[in-house]
């Protein structure tokens, strides 16, 4: 292969520059402080639907306890009251009897007392769920009205970039289209194998794509060689200026 021209190698140090942007344009692609920030969203929704699920299975649990309290309410009460009704109807004659009706009578009614006073509980904790569900319902349609905005705000940052994308793969192709095709090759395996930069110019004692300073020694021996070279340290192609 002939020794590229100046202007090739200038060309094929504007083809690194261009693809460096591209890296550049790919990054902030993946790093958007809007993507960063819809995800925070979309995390807050999951949390507070967890949250949401749990108040809900605690409902659940309080009201079949409610439900279970007030039928054993309802029967110790239909008990005591049939009680009741022998102590006066006067199937019960004998004192003896009449005092121990009595006392089971004051039994159930300790009973029952005790049950509604558990159910009175049972009943401030479904309260105190309920407001609970309701503030995580609010905050949940406000979370999810964040993903939908915070969605935009994404597409719309995207949007950016992925024109910025199209205007720079143009200038690519035009400029990959200018050089030498053996050059391209060259450069293009240089840069896989370096990620992504492939060539580095000669700047006073340093290789602009690696930045290690080259010795005296080098530095000599590159600036009387060819003007197309490998770096010593690197192994990138290297620009040797005139
Ligand atoms: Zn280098």
């Known amino acids: 292969m002939a020794e590229p021209t100046t202007e090739q190698l200038e060309l094929l140090l504007a083809l690194q520059d261009t693809d460096t942007r591209i890296r550049r344009l790919e990054h902030q ?3 958007l402080p809007e993507q960063a920030e819809l995800d925070a969203a979309e995390a807050r929704v999951a949390e507070l639907v967890r949250e949401h ?30 009680e009741r009704a022998r102590l006066y109807d006067g199937t019960v004659t004998n004192a003896r009897e009449l005092r121990s009706v009595e006392a089971e009578i004051e039994t159930t009614g300790r009973r029952i007392a005790e049950q509604e006073d558990e159910l009175l509980e049972v009943l401030e904790g479904i309260e105190e769920l309920e407001a609970r569900q309701a503030t995580l319902d609010e905050d949940l349609a406000a979370q999810r009205q964040a993903v939908v905005e915070r969605t935009t705000a994404r597409d719309e940052a995207a949007k950016g970039i992925i024109a910025e994308f199209a205007e720079v793969g143009v200038v690519r192709d035009q400029q990959a289209r200018e050089l030498d095709g053996e050059l391209l090759e060259r450069y293009q395996a240089a840069a896989q194998r370096g990620g992504g930069v492939g060539v580095g110019r000669l700047e006073a004692t340093t290789c602009s794509a690696c930045r290690i300073e080259l010795s005296r020694a080098d530095v000599g021996e590159l600036l009387a060689g060819p003007p197309l070279t490998t770096c010593p340290e690197c192994r990138r192609l290297l620009v040797i200026p005139d």
Request: glycine letters at 4%.
């Open 29 to 31: 692609r993946d790093a």
């Open 53 to 82: 699920d749990e108040v809900k299975l605690a409902l659940d649990g309080l009201a079949s306890k409610q439900r279970r309290l007030e039928r054993e309410i309802e029967v110790l009460s239909e008990r005591r009251d049939a």
